[in-house]
Protein backbone atom coordinates (compact mmCIF):
# COMPACT_ATOMS: atom_id res chain seq x y z
CA UNK A 1 0.00 0.00 0.00
CA UNK A 2 1.07 3.35 -0.97
CA UNK A 3 1.57 6.33 1.30
CA UNK A 4 -0.99 8.38 -0.48
CA UNK A 5 -3.74 4.86 0.05
CA UNK A 6 -2.65 4.42 3.40
CA UNK A 7 -5.57 6.42 5.76
CA UNK A 8 -3.82 7.75 8.22
CA UNK A 9 -0.63 9.27 5.98
CA UNK A 10 -3.99 11.32 4.64
CA UNK A 11 -3.81 13.03 8.30
CA UNK A 12 -0.51 13.76 9.08
CA UNK A 13 1.12 17.48 8.16
CA UNK A 14 4.02 15.54 6.32
CA UNK A 15 6.14 18.37 6.35
CA UNK A 16 7.27 18.26 9.96
CA UNK A 17 9.92 16.29 11.66
CA UNK A 18 9.80 12.81 11.35
CA UNK A 19 10.46 10.86 13.33
CA UNK A 20 8.72 12.24 16.17
CA UNK A 21 10.36 13.91 19.02
CA UNK A 22 8.76 10.87 21.28
CA UNK A 23 10.94 9.19 22.42
CA UNK A 24 11.68 5.25 20.88
CA UNK A 25 8.97 3.16 22.28
CA UNK A 26 6.52 6.11 23.60
CA UNK A 27 3.11 4.82 23.94
CA UNK A 28 2.23 8.56 23.37
CA UNK A 29 2.69 7.73 19.03
CA UNK A 30 0.09 4.41 19.58
CA UNK A 31 -2.54 7.02 21.22
CA UNK A 32 -2.27 9.55 17.78
CA UNK A 33 -2.63 6.23 15.78
CA UNK A 34 -5.66 5.26 17.51
CA UNK A 35 -6.90 8.81 17.68
CA UNK A 36 -6.65 9.19 13.68
CA UNK A 37 -8.27 5.61 13.12
CA UNK A 38 -11.03 6.50 15.15
CA UNK A 39 -11.16 10.30 13.38
CA UNK A 40 -11.11 8.09 10.17
CA UNK A 41 -13.54 5.84 10.59
CA UNK A 42 -16.08 8.53 11.94
CA UNK A 43 -15.47 10.06 8.58
CA UNK A 44 -15.21 13.63 9.51
CA UNK A 45 -13.48 16.22 7.29
CA UNK A 46 -10.27 17.54 8.32
CA UNK A 47 -11.95 20.80 8.74
CA UNK A 48 -14.81 19.37 10.89
CA UNK A 49 -11.99 18.66 13.58
CA UNK A 50 -9.60 20.91 16.09
CA UNK A 51 -7.49 19.40 18.31
CA UNK A 52 -6.31 21.34 21.17
CA UNK A 53 -3.25 20.47 23.65
CA UNK A 54 -1.08 22.00 26.57
CA UNK A 55 2.45 21.99 26.78
CA UNK A 56 4.34 18.50 27.61
CA UNK A 57 5.08 15.23 26.18
CA UNK A 58 1.48 14.78 24.99
CA UNK A 59 0.86 18.50 24.36
CA UNK A 60 3.38 17.82 21.42
CA UNK A 61 0.78 15.66 19.37
CA UNK A 62 -0.85 18.48 17.31
CA UNK A 63 2.38 19.14 15.57
CA UNK A 64 1.96 16.17 13.75
CA UNK A 65 -1.78 15.78 13.20
CA UNK A 66 -3.35 17.74 10.10
CA UNK A 67 -6.54 19.48 11.60
CA UNK A 68 -7.48 23.06 13.13
CA UNK A 69 -4.60 22.57 15.78
CA UNK A 70 -3.86 25.14 19.10
CA UNK A 71 -0.74 24.29 21.43
CA UNK A 72 -2.05 26.12 23.91
CA UNK A 73 -0.60 26.92 27.57
CA UNK A 74 0.11 23.98 30.48
CA UNK A 75 -3.08 23.38 31.91
CA UNK A 76 -4.81 25.44 29.96
CA UNK A 77 -5.71 23.17 26.94
CA UNK A 78 -9.67 22.89 28.33
CA UNK A 79 -9.98 26.75 28.59
CA UNK A 80 -8.84 27.16 25.36
CA UNK A 81 -11.01 24.10 23.88
CA UNK A 82 -13.63 25.77 25.39
CA UNK A 83 -13.77 29.27 24.01
CA UNK A 84 -13.60 27.57 20.48
CA UNK A 85 -16.52 25.29 21.43
CA UNK A 86 -18.59 27.95 22.49
CA UNK A 87 -17.49 30.55 18.92
CA UNK A 88 -17.57 27.09 16.75
CA UNK A 89 -20.20 24.66 18.38
CA UNK A 90 -20.34 22.78 15.14
CA UNK A 91 -16.48 21.54 15.18
CA UNK A 92 -15.78 18.05 17.08
CA UNK A 93 -13.25 19.63 19.52
CA UNK A 94 -9.99 16.60 20.74
CA UNK A 95 -8.23 18.08 23.58
CA UNK A 96 -5.06 16.13 24.12
CA UNK A 97 -3.54 16.07 27.41
CA UNK A 98 -0.83 14.51 29.71
CA UNK A 99 -2.12 13.63 33.57
CA UNK A 100 0.35 16.36 35.04
CA UNK A 101 -1.39 18.87 32.48
CA UNK A 102 -4.76 18.12 32.98
CA UNK A 103 -5.01 17.24 36.22
CA UNK A 104 -2.27 19.56 38.31
CA UNK A 105 -2.84 22.92 36.84
CA UNK A 106 -5.42 22.16 34.70
CA UNK A 107 -7.35 20.46 37.34
CA UNK A 108 -9.63 23.09 37.96
CA UNK A 109 -10.39 23.52 34.24
CA UNK A 110 -10.88 19.57 34.22
CA UNK A 111 -13.49 19.11 36.77
CA UNK A 112 -16.11 22.08 35.33
CA UNK A 113 -16.00 20.69 31.70
CA UNK A 114 -16.95 17.96 33.24
CA UNK A 115 -19.42 19.31 35.45
CA UNK A 116 -20.99 21.68 32.45
CA UNK A 117 -21.13 19.34 29.78
CA UNK A 118 -19.23 21.14 27.19
CA UNK A 119 -19.18 19.00 24.36
CA UNK A 120 -15.16 18.46 24.17
CA UNK A 121 -13.47 15.24 23.59
CA UNK A 122 -10.86 14.87 26.70
CA UNK A 123 -7.73 12.13 25.82
CA UNK A 124 -5.57 11.99 29.28
CA UNK A 125 -2.42 10.33 28.66
CA UNK A 126 -1.40 8.80 32.15
CA UNK A 127 1.96 8.00 32.01
CA UNK A 128 2.10 8.89 35.60
CA UNK A 129 5.23 11.55 35.69
CA UNK A 130 6.00 14.71 34.24
CA UNK A 131 8.67 13.23 31.49
CA UNK A 132 9.80 16.30 29.67
CA UNK A 133 10.67 18.30 32.39
CA UNK A 134 12.71 16.05 34.08
CA UNK A 135 10.33 13.49 36.32
CA UNK A 136 8.64 15.11 38.19
CA UNK A 137 5.75 13.17 40.46
CA UNK A 138 2.70 14.21 38.84
CA UNK A 139 -1.27 14.08 39.90
CA UNK A 140 -1.05 10.17 39.31
CA UNK A 141 2.02 9.04 40.16
CA UNK A 142 1.50 5.89 42.16
CA UNK A 143 2.24 5.49 45.98
CA UNK A 144 5.45 4.82 46.72
CA UNK A 145 6.76 5.54 43.85
CA UNK A 146 9.91 7.61 42.53
CA UNK A 147 10.52 10.60 41.17
CA UNK A 148 12.55 13.74 40.74
CA UNK A 149 10.35 15.34 43.22
CA UNK A 150 9.80 12.21 45.28
CA UNK A 151 13.38 10.72 45.40
CA UNK A 152 12.18 8.39 48.59
CA UNK A 153 8.80 7.36 47.46
CA UNK A 154 5.54 9.68 46.90
CA UNK A 155 3.17 9.66 49.72
CA UNK A 156 0.64 11.83 47.39
CA UNK A 157 -2.59 9.14 46.74
CA UNK A 158 -3.42 9.41 42.84
CA UNK A 159 -5.98 11.05 41.71
CA UNK A 160 -8.26 7.87 39.63
CA UNK A 161 -8.98 10.09 36.44
CA UNK A 162 -11.67 8.12 35.77
CA UNK A 163 -14.02 8.07 38.40
CA UNK A 164 -12.90 11.73 38.96
CA UNK A 165 -14.46 12.99 35.46
CA UNK A 166 -17.76 10.39 36.15
CA UNK A 167 -18.10 11.87 39.54
CA UNK A 168 -18.20 16.02 38.12
CA UNK A 169 -20.77 14.90 35.62
CA UNK A 170 -19.23 13.78 32.44
CA UNK A 171 -21.58 12.10 30.29
CA UNK A 172 -18.79 9.07 28.52
CA UNK A 173 -15.68 8.21 30.50
CA UNK A 174 -13.71 5.32 29.52
CA UNK A 175 -10.29 3.80 29.97
CA UNK A 176 -7.70 1.50 28.23
CA UNK A 177 -4.29 1.44 27.45
CA UNK A 178 -1.68 1.85 24.89
CA UNK A 179 -1.16 -2.09 24.90
CA UNK A 180 -4.94 -2.41 23.95
CA UNK A 181 -4.83 -0.16 20.93
CA UNK A 182 -7.55 -1.38 18.98
CA UNK A 183 -9.67 -1.27 22.12
CA UNK A 184 -8.42 2.25 22.71
CA UNK A 185 -9.43 3.67 19.36
CA UNK A 186 -13.27 2.25 19.77
CA UNK A 187 -13.18 4.29 23.27
CA UNK A 188 -12.14 7.32 21.59
CA UNK A 189 -14.44 6.50 18.14
CA UNK A 190 -17.34 6.31 20.97
CA UNK A 191 -16.04 9.32 23.19
CA UNK A 192 -15.84 11.80 19.92
CA UNK A 193 -19.11 10.58 18.38
CA UNK A 194 -21.09 11.63 22.27
CA UNK A 195 -22.82 14.74 22.91
CA UNK A 196 -21.25 16.33 25.70
CA UNK A 197 -18.14 15.75 27.72
CA UNK A 198 -15.96 12.56 27.16
CA UNK A 199 -12.99 11.38 28.92
CA UNK A 200 -10.72 8.39 27.83
CA UNK A 201 -7.77 7.76 29.97
CA UNK A 202 -5.31 6.03 27.71
CA UNK A 203 -2.48 4.30 30.15
CA UNK A 204 0.64 4.49 28.70
CA UNK A 205 4.36 4.58 30.25
CA UNK A 206 7.53 7.08 29.98
CA UNK A 207 10.81 4.17 30.23
CA UNK A 208 12.98 6.84 30.16
CA UNK A 209 12.19 8.62 33.49
CA UNK A 210 10.02 6.78 35.73
CA UNK A 211 10.82 3.38 34.38
CA UNK A 212 14.48 4.19 35.26
CA UNK A 213 13.93 6.14 38.65
CA UNK A 214 11.82 2.83 39.11
CA UNK A 215 13.70 0.39 37.71
CA UNK A 216 11.18 -0.72 35.57
CA UNK A 217 13.02 -1.60 32.94
CA UNK A 218 12.80 -0.74 28.77
CA UNK A 219 10.22 -0.07 27.02
CA UNK A 220 8.94 -3.56 26.33
CA UNK A 221 9.01 -3.94 29.55
CA UNK A 222 7.11 -1.29 30.90
CA UNK A 223 4.43 -2.56 27.77
CA UNK A 224 4.52 -5.66 28.55
CA UNK A 225 3.15 -4.88 32.54
CA UNK A 226 0.34 -2.98 30.84
CA UNK A 227 -0.85 -6.39 29.15
CA UNK A 228 -0.26 -8.40 32.65
CA UNK A 229 -1.60 -5.84 34.97
CA UNK A 230 -4.70 -4.39 33.53
CA UNK A 231 -8.35 -6.34 33.24
CA UNK A 232 -11.50 -5.76 31.86
CA UNK A 233 -14.23 -3.80 33.60
CA UNK A 234 -16.01 -7.70 33.98
CA UNK A 235 -13.25 -9.23 35.48
CA UNK A 236 -11.97 -6.93 37.74
CA UNK A 237 -15.81 -7.16 39.55
CA UNK A 238 -14.97 -11.10 39.96
CA UNK A 239 -11.57 -9.99 41.91
CA UNK A 240 -11.27 -9.57 45.65
CA UNK A 241 -11.75 -6.25 46.92
CA UNK A 242 -8.16 -6.60 47.94
CA UNK A 243 -6.70 -7.12 44.77
CA UNK A 244 -8.09 -4.34 43.09
CA UNK A 245 -5.79 -1.42 43.67
CA UNK A 246 -3.27 -3.42 42.30
CA UNK A 247 -4.40 -3.94 38.43
CA UNK A 248 -5.56 -1.43 35.60
CA UNK A 249 -9.30 -1.40 35.40
CA UNK A 250 -10.27 -1.32 31.56
CA UNK A 251 -13.93 -0.43 29.88
CA UNK A 252 -16.69 2.05 29.76
CA UNK A 253 -17.67 3.25 33.16
CA UNK A 254 -20.05 5.85 31.74
CA UNK A 255 -22.02 6.42 29.09
CA UNK A 256 -25.15 8.60 29.20
CA UNK A 257 -27.37 11.46 27.50
CA UNK A 258 -26.84 15.04 29.22
CA UNK A 259 -27.84 18.09 28.11
CA UNK A 260 -24.93 19.97 26.15
CA UNK A 261 -23.59 23.19 27.53
CA UNK A 262 -23.03 25.25 24.75
CA UNK A 263 -26.92 24.08 23.19
CA UNK A 264 -28.40 25.25 26.57
CA UNK A 265 -26.17 28.39 26.70
CA UNK A 266 -26.94 29.30 22.78
CA UNK A 267 -31.24 28.79 23.90
CA UNK A 268 -30.21 31.32 27.03
CA UNK A 269 -29.04 34.12 24.75
CA UNK A 270 -32.39 33.37 22.37
CA UNK A 271 -34.62 33.94 25.63
CA UNK A 272 -32.69 36.81 26.55
CA UNK A 273 -32.72 38.34 22.57
CA UNK A 274 -36.39 37.64 22.99
CA UNK A 275 -36.94 39.47 26.29
CA UNK A 276 -34.85 42.36 25.09
CA UNK A 277 -37.22 42.87 21.82
CA UNK A 278 -40.06 42.64 23.95
CA UNK A 279 -38.73 45.68 26.04
CA UNK A 280 -37.91 47.18 23.13
CA UNK A 281 -41.55 46.48 21.75
CA UNK A 282 -43.05 47.75 24.47
CA UNK A 283 -40.91 50.68 25.09
CA UNK A 284 -41.67 51.84 21.69
CA UNK A 285 -45.65 51.19 22.09
CA UNK A 286 -45.66 53.16 24.90
CA UNK A 287 -43.90 56.27 23.74
Keep these: ?9 NY ?4 KKFPNVWCSGCGIGIVMSALIRAIDRIGLAKDDVAVISGIGCTGRMPVYLDFNTMHTTHGRALAFATGLKFA ?13 DALAIGGNHF ?12 IVVNNSIYGMTGGQHSPT ?23 LAAAAGAAYVARSTVYHAVELDRYIEQAIRKNGFSLVEA ?10 MNKLGPAVEMMRRL ?3 SVTKAAAEKL ?48
Design 203 to 212: VSYCHTTFGR
Design 111 to 122: IHAARRNIGLTA
Design 88 to 100: RPELKVIVIMGDG
Design 12 to 15: LRHT
Design 1 to 9: MSKDEHSAY
Design 240 to 287: APSERPDVIVRGVFRDEDRPEYTALYDEVVRRAQGAAGASVRSAGGAG
Design 141 to 163: TPLGSRAATAPYGNIEPPFPVCE
Design 227 to 229: KEN
